[in-house]
């Protein structure tokens, strides 16, 4: 074999070999990226929630721990009260666009859950139920549609 043939034949070597090797390194890149960008997100977002239950507490006033609709509130301290139920149904509404999809994977269905989970605790409580309809003006009409449900399975459950 001369050197030319050498090289032809290490040519289709590569071709055959290293270039399904590329690409599948190149795949499974890509995937990992993408798994690292979603769990970004769902940190991102559960810093945005913590940040929320901080002023929570720093508004116990509100009693927005306890059980109870509150009704002995101030005006000033309803209208806080709305303001951060309205915060709370903003980053409920941005879980969702980022977080939700169709067909999800079971990675991105247990992030989800986990969102789930806060939506059903607030919507437990019949003054954030009672509060939702004015706060959802606007918002995306899939996460209406999914919050709403949730709120109904709550009141039922009541």
């Given at each position: 074999?001369?050197?030319?043939e050498w090289l032809e034949a290490a040519s289709y070597l590569v071709t055959i070999v290293g270039l399904p090797f590329a690409i599948a390194v190149?795949?499974?890149?890509q995937r990992r990226e993408r798994q690292n960008e979603e769990e970004a997100i769902f940190l991102r977002l559960s810093d945005e929630?913590?940040?929320?239950?901080?002023?929570v507490i720093d508004n116990a006033d509100l009693r927005l721990l306890s059980p109870g609709d509150g009704d002995d509130?101030?005006?000033e301290q309803r209208e806080r009260k709305q303001a951060l139920f309205a915060i709370l149904v903003a980053l409920f509404e941005r879980a969702y666009v980022l977080v939700y999809e169709e067909g999800m994977s079971r990675q991105q269905a247990r992030l989800w859950q986990s969102w789930t989970d806060y939506m059903q605790e607030w919507c437990r409580r019949?003054?954030?139920?009672?509060a939702l309809p004015?706060?959802?003006?606007?918002e995306?009409?899939?996460f209406v549609?999914?919050?709403?449900?949730?709120?109904a399975e709550a009141a039922m459950a009541r």
């Open positions: 074999m001369t050197g030319l190149y795949l499974i890149d929630y913590a940040a929320f239950m901080r002023l509130l101030s005006e019949p003054d954030f139920r009672a004015g706060l959802l003006h606007g995306d009409p899939d549609t999914v919050i709403e449900g949730i709120a």
